[in-house]
């Protein structure tokens, strides 16, 4: 058994004891124990167990997803691959090539993987949510263990590495079919953002990256080289704001928000090192260096956070999200040889070893267990849990730090003596001053987080105020940040006409009238998720007309689509060709319902996805195309079905329509998620005679002061297309605030004159020190102090000795 163990550790309170060495220690006992051999289809392979529970550490498997997954077991053989290179241990080998010949059984025909078996005899679950077939998580990780098992088994066995090849080739070119789009952009609140990304995700995106890049330093090829140039320039260029505006130089982990980034994964500066150091292309290296010193040094400088979107969330710290830090510095330091990003990684390995809010060692060089998380600023907040996912993400930080240089080593054991943390303060935590504001609840929004779960919504002559109190040590120049909406600039509202006689429910447009408004899916933008594999509006779109009267919402809805392939029913249709409709009442908070229409073998359906029946009282049409390159939908919806009593002219709803184009791609009228009520759009029921009564769209502002300073006022109506969380810069200058009680003011702002005021909608306010500073004590009593000034993007990292 692999053990490296330099160094005794304190699993109580976290702290090093002082010792000769401290070489970080690699053990893989743990990971083997977890690695089962098993044998299918008369193939040697092994499975992975998921979960290992304290205190006794036993396998505990999931009765609804499987035993074992691609997950887990792709990323095992890595680690295995990667420390036989370390360890020049040939017993490594064979770990590694059991798990090589699970992530083959997994693979389709046609390059996508599925990921979770039931069973060691390999019986796979191929329709749960986790573990469909696809080109998902999972087969970017598959891709990741087959591009590293080629480069190492070339040296050691060629034969065993052609196989590996074989496979790792058909999910390239599988990759590869996603982005017949490139260079091709879609604009979302005026970013231009790359429409070719596979999967539309590049934290995805990133993970295959690296599968490519080992592939291509072993066997170089034209194909690969494209593939990889095709991503790692996507992910390169989509990279936003600055050191103080927000987003702050990070690459967005999600195409369709441009706000957003989560730890878990998000290795996108990390593979963009390793395909510049493949392809020799320094722009990529340099992309992930301004992330690096930008970005991620916040999570040192300030502190780590879980995800950001728009409000740093610090809580539910894991190996998963910890590994990626690493990573990327390690990368950093192997491509430009610079000591700073060696000494970066190490201090982000601290937090294995007891540098972390719970001040809890989280891995345990005597058993190779890595605890499954941390949920609060106290020991007893942490997971000692050791599942398959904490275990391997451990090891793999272990694995590159222990490449590191020994002079770095005792950055390791780096404890934070002092620190400066940014304040965050909920806008509903706020005091009424004149008038009471809307107070809304909410958690994912399709782009980000609502912080706290609940939100404001400020009105005309509405004003709160929001207290907090500083000590001595916190007194500092800060700037100060609000979370709220940007606004659309134009109204969202579209109109829905009522009708005297309702149309036929047949599929035929013969009845509606030509004036009925039509709204379409038929732009790149529009996608959801899946943008590589649209053909264009003529191969996959469609478009939507609405009318309604007092017992029904009418619907017709025209698909271009070049076959139509429906072999499901009842709730199974999802699996096929159906039109997903989502409807929600005017204060825009929660799914009212959520339908599927289907042409299935057993006729017209209309599922009640809440319900979990068929929608009460509908009735659905479906005819195909004469060209047979797309269909029609026709459908009567009584107001009941979708939890309305009593509809009337002037009623706003939230509606959505969307469809999937092959694979895990979808394609709605918006391009964002449906399951969130406030992305959908604003429809109004008219009556004839009354569209001049709606008005436009309000002109919404807030004025912000803190203290005694002046009052900044911040335009809210900016949005060039629909609304969305942002975090916003209030104070151009920054604020010196010294110790003491402080307060902020906050009030509508808007423009009075439109006749439709609006609202201003707040989520938080986010008060950041210029400068991060993090000051931590060495186990031989040595100082370090990181300083990062986010105004001059200027970092520093200096050691001093006592």
């Given at each position: 058994?692999?053990?490296i163990?330099?160094?005794?550790?304190?699993?109580?309170?976290?702290?090093?004891?002082?010792?000769?060495?401290?070489?970080?220690?690699?053990?893989?006992?743990?990971?083997?124990?977890?690695?089962?051999?098993v044998?299918?289809?008369?193939?040697?392979?092994?499975i992975v167990?998921?979960?290992?529970?304290?205190?006794?550490?036993?396998?505990?498997?999931?009765?609804?997803?499987?035993?074992?997954?691609?997950?887990?077991?792709?990323?095992?053989?890595?680690?295995?691959l990667?420390?036989?290179?370390?360890?020049?241990?040939?017993?490594?080998?064979?770990?590694?090539?059991?798990?090589?010949?699970?992530?083959?059984?997994?693979?389709?025909?046609?390059?996508?993987?599925?990921?979770?078996?039931?069973?060691?005899?390999?019986?796979?679950?191929?329709?749960?949510?986790?573990?469909?077939?696809?080109?998902?998580?999972?087969a970017?990780?598959?891709?990741?263990?087959?591009?590293?098992?080629?480069?190492?088994?070339?040296?050691?066995?060629?034969?065993?590495?052609?196989?590996?090849?074989?496979?790792?080739?058909?999910?390239?070119?599988?990759?590869?079919?996603?982005?017949?789009?490139y260079?091709?952009?879609?604009?979302?609140h005026?970013?231009?953002?790359?429409?070719?990304?596979?999967?539309?995700?590049?934290?995805i995106?990133?993970?295959?990256?690296?599968?490519?890049?080992?592939?291509?330093?072993?066997?170089?090829?034209?194909?690969?080289?494209?593939?990889?140039?095709?991503?790692?320039?996507?992910?390169?260029?989509?990279?936003?704001?600055?050191?103080?505006?927000?987003?702050?130089?990070?690459?967005?982990?999600?195409?369709?928000?441009?706000?957003?980034?989560?730890?878990?994964?998000?290795?996108?500066?990390?593979?963009?090192?390793?395909a510049?150091?493949?392809?020799?292309?320094?722009?990529?290296?340099?992309?992930?260096?301004?992330?690096?010193?930008?970005?991620?040094?916040?999570?040192?400088?300030?502190?780590?956070?879980?995800?950001?979107?728009?409000?740093?969330?610090?809580?539910?710290?894991?190996?998963?999200?910890?590994?990626m830090?690493?990573?990327?510095?390690?990368?950093?330091?192997?491509?430009?040889?610079?000591?700073?990003?060696?000494?970066?990684?190490?201090?982000?390995?601290?937090?294995?070893?007891?540098?972390?809010?719970?001040?809890?060692?989280?891995?345990?060089?005597?058993?190779?267990?890595?605890?499954?998380g941390?949920?609060?600023?106290?020991?007893?907040?942490?997971?000692?849990?050791?599942?398959?996912?904490?275990?391997?993400?451990?090891?793999?930080?272990?694995?590159?730090l222990?490449?590191?240089?020994?002079?770095?080593?005792?950055?390791?054991?780096?404890?934070?003596?002092?620190?400066?943390?940014?304040?965050?303060?909920q806008?509903?935590?706020?005091?009424?001053?004149?008038?009471?504001?809307?107070?809304?609840?909410?958690?994912?929004?399709?782009?980000?987080?609502?912080?706290?779960?609940?939100?404001?919504?400020?009105?005309?002559?509405?004003?709160?105020?929001?207290?907090?109190?500083?000590?001595?040590?916190?007194a500092?120049?800060?700037?100060?940040?609000?979370?709220?909406?940007?606004q659309?600039?134009?109204?969202?509202a579209?109109?829905?006409?009522?009708?005297?006689?309702?149309?036929?429910?047949?599929?035929?447009?013969?009845?509606?009238?030509?004036?009925?408004?039509?709204?379409?899916?038929?732009?790149?933008?529009?996608?959801?998720?899946?943008?590589?594999?649209?053909?264009?509006?003529?191969?996959?779109?469609?478009?939507?007309?609405?009318?309604?009267?007092?017992?029904?919402l009418?619907?017709?809805?025209?698909?271009?689509?070049?076959?139509?392939?429906?072999?499901?029913?009842?709730?199974?249709?999802?699996?096929?060709?159906?039109?997903?409709?989502?409807?929600?009442?005017?204060?825009?908070?929660a799914?009212?319902a959520?339908l599927?229409?289907?042409?299935?073998?057993?006729?017209?359906?209309?599922?009640?996805?809440?319900?979990?029946?068929?929608?009460?009282g509908?009735?659905?049409?479906?005819?195909?195309?004469?060209?047979?390159?797309?269909?029609?939908?026709?459908?009567?919806?009584p107001?009941?079905?979708?939890d309305?009593?009593?509809?009337?002219?002037?009623?706003?709803l939230?509606?959505?329509?969307?469809?999937?184009?092959?694979?895990?791609?979808?394609?709605?009228?918006?391009g964002?998620?449906?399951?969130?009520?406030?992305?959908?759009?604003?429809?109004?029921?008219?009556?004839?005679?009354?569209?001049?009564?709606?008005?436009?769209?309000?002109?919404?502002?807030?004025?912000?002061?803190?203290?005694?300073?002046?009052?900044?006022?911040?335009?809210?109506?900016?949005?060039?297309?629909?609304?969305?969380?942002?975090?916003?810069?209030?104070?151009?200058?920054?604020?010196?605030?010294?110790?003491?009680?402080?307060?902020?003011?906050?009030?509508?702002?808007?423009?009075?004159?439109?006749?439709?005021?609006?609202?201003?909608?707040?989520?938080?306010?986010?008060?950041?020190?210029?400068?991060?500073?993090?000051v931590?004590?060495?186990?031989?009593?040595?100082?370090?102090?990181?300083?990062?000034?986010?105004?001059?993007?200027?970092?520093?990292?200096e050691?001093?000795?006592?």
């Amino acid at each position: 058994m692999l053990l490296i163990l330099l160094c005794l550790l304190c699993l109580g309170g976290g702290v090093l004891a002082q010792t000769e060495s401290v070489a970080p220690p690699v053990n893989l006992d743990h990971l083997l124990y977890l690695t089962e051999p098993v044998a299918i289809d008369g193939r040697d392979m092994a499975i992975v167990h998921i979960y290992s529970e304290f205190p006794d550490y036993a396998w505990v498997d999931d009765a609804d997803e499987g035993i074992s997954a691609v997950d887990d077991v792709a990323r095992a053989a890595v680690v295995y691959l990667w420390e036989y290179e370390r360890t020049g241990d040939a017993a490594l080998l064979d770990p590694a090539r059991r798990c090589l010949e699970f992530v083959r059984y997994m693979q389709a025909d046609d390059g996508e993987f599925y990921n979770f078996v039931f069973t060691r005899e390999g019986e796979i679950n191929e329709l749960g949510s986790t573990s469909y077939k696809s080109l998902g998580w999972w087969a970017m990780r598959a891709l990741w263990a087959l591009g590293e098992g080629v480069r190492v088994f070339d040296a050691v066995d060629p034969a065993y590495a052609d196989q590996l090849a074989e496979a790792y080739t058909r999910t390239e070119s599988a990759v590869a079919a996603t982005m017949s789009n490139y260079g091709q952009y879609t604009t979302l609140h005026g970013f231009d953002i790359p429409a070719w990304i596979p999967a539309s995700e590049p934290d995805i995106a990133a993970i295959g990256l690296l599968g490519m890049s080992a592939y291509y330093t072993s066997r170089p090829n034209d194909a690969t080289a494209d593939a990889i140039t095709k991503i790692a320039d996507a992910i390169a260029e989509y990279r936003l704001g600055t050191d103080s505006e927000y987003p702050f130089g990070m690459h967005p982990t999600n195409a369709n928000a441009p706000g957003f980034w989560h730890n878990w994964g998000a290795h996108m500066p990390h593979a963009l090192v390793m395909a510049g150091m493949a392809l020799d292309r320094q722009d990529w290296i340099d992309s992930a260096a301004a992330t690096a010193d930008s970005f991620l040094l916040r999570h040192l400088a300030f502190e780590p956070f879980r995800h950001i979107g728009v409000v740093p969330y610090r809580l539910e710290q894991i190996a998963y999200g910890t590994n990626m830090l690493v990573q990327a510095y390690a990368a950093l330091y192997q491509a430009t040889g610079a000591d700073r990003y060696a000494q970066l990684a190490a201090l982000a390995g601290s937090w294995y070893f007891g540098d972390n809010m719970a001040d809890t060692q989280m891995y345990d060089p005597a058993t190779g267990r890595t605890f499954d998380g941390i949920n609060g600023p106290v020991s007893w907040r942490v997971n000692r849990n050791s599942g398959a996912e904490s275990t391997i993400e451990g090891l793999m930080s272990m694995s590159v730090l222990a490449r590191l240089p020994e002079s770095v080593h005792p950055y390791l054991y780096a404890q934070t003596v002092e620190e400066t943390l940014p304040i965050i303060l909920q806008a509903e935590d706020g005091e009424r001053v004149i008038g009471t504001p809307v107070y809304y609840s909410g958690n994912w929004t399709g782009e980000g987080y609502i912080s706290g779960g609940r939100y404001i919504g400020l009105g005309e002559g509405q004003r709160m105020r929001v207290q907090f109190s500083l000590r001595d040590d916190q007194a500092d120049e800060y700037l100060l940040y609000v979370a709220h909406v940007r606004q659309s600039a134009s109204s969202s509202a579209f109109l829905i006409p009522r009708v005297e006689t309702p149309p036929v429910i047949d599929a035929q447009a013969g009845d509606w009238a030509a004036d009925v408004p039509v709204l379409e899916s038929n732009t790149a933008r529009q996608l959801l998720r899946g943008g590589g594999l649209w053909q264009g509006a003529d191969v996959d779109s469609h478009a939507v007309r609405l009318a309604w009267d007092d017992d029904n919402l009418y619907l017709l809805a025209d698909v271009r689509d070049p076959e139509h392939v429906q072999p499901f029913t009842v709730s199974g249709v999802w699996q096929g060709d159906t039109l997903w409709l989502y409807f929600t009442s005017g204060d825009m908070r929660a799914l009212d319902a959520k339908l599927t229409l289907a042409h299935t073998p057993e006729g017209d359906q209309i599922w009640d996805w809440q319900g979990t029946r068929f929608a009460r009282g509908a009735t659905l049409a479906w005819v195909a195309a004469d060209d047979g390159a797309g269909y029609t939908y026709e459908a009567a919806i009584p107001w009941a079905a979708l939890d309305i009593d009593a509809p009337q002219a002037g009623m706003r709803l939230g509606f959505e329509a969307g469809r999937g184009i092959g694979g895990s791609s979808f394609m709605d009228l918006t391009g964002r998620d449906p399951d969130v009520a406030a992305n959908l759009l604003q429809l109004t029921l008219t009556a004839p005679g009354m569209d001049a009564e709606l008005g436009g769209a309000p002109n919404v502002a807030l004025d912000v002061r803190i203290d005694q300073n002046d009052t900044f006022t911040l335009p809210e109506s900016t949005s060039p297309d629909a609304d969305y969380f942002w975090l916003d810069l209030v104070t151009p200058q920054p604020v010196r605030l010294e110790a003491g009680d402080h307060t902020i003011r906050y009030e509508y702002a808007g423009d009075e004159d439109t006749g439709n005021p609006g609202l201003s909608k707040i989520d938080a306010f986010y008060l950041q020190p210029v400068v991060g500073r993090r000051v931590y004590a060495l186990p031989d009593g040595r100082q370090l102090t990181l300083s990062y000034n986010t105004l001059t993007g200027g970092s520093t990292l200096e050691e001093t000795t006592p």
